[in-house]
């Protein structure tokens, strides 16, 4: 279960807020946008900064005009993400178009991000004059002075934050470096290299935007930066102009795709879920350059085929990321005492590189914990993290750091390279870090940005939520409150692969869509008062608008969130060994009537959801659920898959002793050391 929370929103009385309509007003109160200063600030789609305001970028104007007119061979260095794929395929274009001789270079996964050695021998001896880096650089101290040694030009542009010492560079454009009076700081290494072809053109912002806002789009979607400011017109402007776009590759992944109309375009969440996956999907498993040479292609067939290999490859990481789920998910049904960590940390033998960070992702998401996933090969590993709010992984990084060869990140993610005998070590001193400053965990959240009465829930109202668009990372998809709805009846939809049910919500009747499961799984039955977060939206079958809604999260009404977070938290400390409260113990020592009444849900309900949710109804402490059903399968009562919450009866023939069972052994144990 997830923690809730409504956001507060203010009592500003807008004249931007009135044509907008309730959902959309309450959506922006909601995320502090209460005032006409911030109305007009996140409302300014043409808003796009002067290009010299970034520092450097007089210089290396300068040096890549001359460049260019002198013949000399430029080669441009980029990454094998989708960000810096789009970011090199943009400054590729542009200056070929210039007339130039441009080359360019992306590292495979397997060679690492940034700058490396041997690549830069490689390009030293292809007779390149200047190199540029985007999407990287700022931090490549020792790689900058051999290119320097080379008798190379260097210029970086990058928007990581960059070390205390920088490179030793020609140039270097990044927003994050210190002394730069640019005024927004969160652009994706693509939005760099945006500014610096619009200051080679005279600081033509809207002509760029033109000719290059479709990838910048694609690659700010991709690099997930925050759709504020800047970005924001960047990602309306770009993805409107795919409409229009001449980019051969990008049309041709598109299409096949299915997800591109040439009426409709494409919005910011079909981007982020279906085209920036085949782009990474190149780096990823095969050469991120095959990327590039699609986005840069001039001949629809070639195009067509080029975009053929990127949806294969996306069909391999997908194949390969449920078998290595499929693996994770049978180590913790044979052994599920890491679900009880505060972290959850995981290690296989040569799990695919390209891949952890997914699995890290789905992990953390599926437990509402942070995990670590790392995949080990010889001597060395590679590991991916992702947290939960108020977690982090940044500082759990850092408090490791003397274990680890390389490591970078930000709050909620991270990676790291590790020698593969340490892996041990990093896994001890994370749980440490984790237990030293949180002795209770965060809990993942799901935040609400309304709580509407049913006559707000309108095609009007709804159709206007669209002028927040568009959604993603620092502007996240509106998500409403609706409490005490009742369950009247429930479908399968694909053969039973989804589900629709229909709810009544203060009299109004809606369809609801869940996509988070199989229909078989959901057990929630007719005429349950159920809670509900959910996103609204718009379908149009048939010529008929309707409305469209979909589940974000729910449960049974009335559940204390607060105490559940809390017993939760305190079986964890059991289960873990760790010290806790005497007088708690003695309160989650179950009776018999409490087995009794835990027994009964249990021969009804299929998995620890239903039953977690149903006992709290019945007024039985989660940690003491979690302590019976431990007794009862202990004593051979129930089948109880940890992993995936399966629950099931099984007939013994036999009385059994649960005083017996070796958890309320340890807990009476514990309680008389207390005495």
Request: net charge negative; glycine share 10%; proline share 4%.
């Amino acid at each position: 279960m997830r923690k809730w929370t409504l956001n507060k929103s203010g009592e500003a009385d807008l004249p931007a807020f009135k044509t907008l309509g309730p959902l959309a007003a309450a959506a922006l109160s909601a995320r502090g946008i209460d005032d006409e200063t911030k109305a007009r600030e996140f409302f300014n789609a043409d808003k796009l900064h002067d290009p010299f305001l970034l520092k450097g970028m007089d210089k290396a104007t300068e040096l890549i005009r001359t460049a260019l007119s002198d013949g000399g061979k430029i080669t441009v260095y980029g990454d094998y993400d989708c960000d810096g794929v789009t970011a090199t395929v943009m400054l590729c274009g542009y200056l070929t178009a210039l007339g130039g001789e441009i080359d360019s270079y992306i590292p495979t996964r397997e060679e690492g991000y940034g700058l490396n050695a041997k690549a830069i021998e490689k390009i030293a001896k292809s007779g390149t004059k200047l190199i540029i880096t985007v999407d990287n650089g700022v931090s490549a101290v020792n790689e900058a002075r051999l290119i320097k040694e080379n008798g190379i030009n260097l210029i970086i542009t990058d928007h990581h934050t960059p070390p205390e010492t920088l490179p030793e560079a020609a140039a270097i454009i990044n927003p994050k470096q210190s002394g730069d009076e640019y005024p927004f700081k969160s652009l994706a290494g693509c939005g760099v290299v945006l500014k610096l072809i619009a200051a080679l053109e005279n600081g033509d912002n809207s002509g760029v935007m033109e000719q290059y806002g479709d990838l910048a789009a694609i690659g700010t979607i991709g690099d997930i930066v925050p759709l504020v400011d800047e970005n924001r017109h960047i990602v309306s402007a770009g993805l409107e102009n795919i409409k229009y776009s001449e980019n051969i590759g990008l049309y041709c992944l598109m299409k096949q795709s299915g997800i591109f109309d040439r009426a409709g375009g494409m919005d910011a969440v079909s981007a982020a879920y279906v085209i920036c996956p085949r782009i990474n999907a190149a780096g990823r498993f095969s050469d991120p350059a095959k990327a590039a040479e699609l986005l840069l292609c001039e001949d629809e067939q070639t195009a067509y085929d080029r975009a053929s290999e990127l949806n294969e490859l996306n069909a391999a990481r997908a194949e390969i990321e449920r078998g290595i789920t499929a693996e994770i998910q049978e180590r913790l049904s044979a052994d599920p005492s890491p679900l009880s960590e505060r972290v959850l940390v995981l290690t296989g033998e040569d799990w695919h590189r390209g891949i952890i960070g997914i699995i890290s992702a789905k992990m953390a998401s599926r437990f509402d914990k942070p995990c670590v996933v790392i995949s080990a090969s010889g001597g060395t590993a590679k590991g991916s993290c992702r947290g939960v709010n108020g977690f982090s992984v940044h500082g759990m990084l850092k408090f490791c750091g003397d274990l680890l060869t390389r490591f970078g990140g930000h709050a909620s993610a991270g990676g790291f390279t590790i020698l593969s005998e340490n892996i041990g070590a990093f896994k001890a001193r994370a749980l440490d870090y984790a237990k030293r400053y949180h002795d209770v965990m965060p809990a993942a959240e799901i935040r609400a940005d309304g709580q509407p009465a049913p006559s707000d829930i309108t095609v009007e109202n709804i159709e206007k939520l669209n002028a927040l668009q568009p959604f993603g990372e620092g502007n996240p998809v509106p998500v409403f409150y609706l409490p005490e709805c009742a369950v009247k009846r429930k479908r399968p939809l694909k053969n039973g692969k989804y589900t629709s049910f229909d709810i009544e919500y203060k009299g109004l009747e809606l369809k609801i869509l869940d996509f988070s499961g199989v229909f078989a799984d959901f057990w929630y039955k007719a005429g349950d008062i159920i809670d509900l977060m959910v996103s609204l939206g718009i379908n149009e079958y048939n010529g008929v608008t309707g409305i469209s809604v979909k589940m974000v999260d729910m449960r049974l009404s009335g559940l204390n969130q607060e105490r559940y977070f809390a017993a939760k938290g305190a079986y964890e400390k059991i289960a873990r060994g760790e010290e806790i409260d005497r007088k708690l113990i003695n309160r989650v020592i179950p009776d018999d009537a409490k087995m009794k009444k835990v027994y009964d849900i249990v021969k009804n309900a299929p998995c620890l959801e239903e039953v977690a949710q149903r006992a709290l109804k019945a007024d039985v402490n989660y940690c003491m659920l979690r302590i019976i059903l431990d007794m009862f399968s202990e004593a051979g009562l129930i089948e109880f898959n940890r992993s995936t919450g399966g629950i099931g009866l099984r007939e013994t023939g036999e009385k059994a002793d649960l005083s017996q069972s070796a958890t309320f052994l340890k807990l009476r144990a514990l309680a008389a050391r207390r005495l």
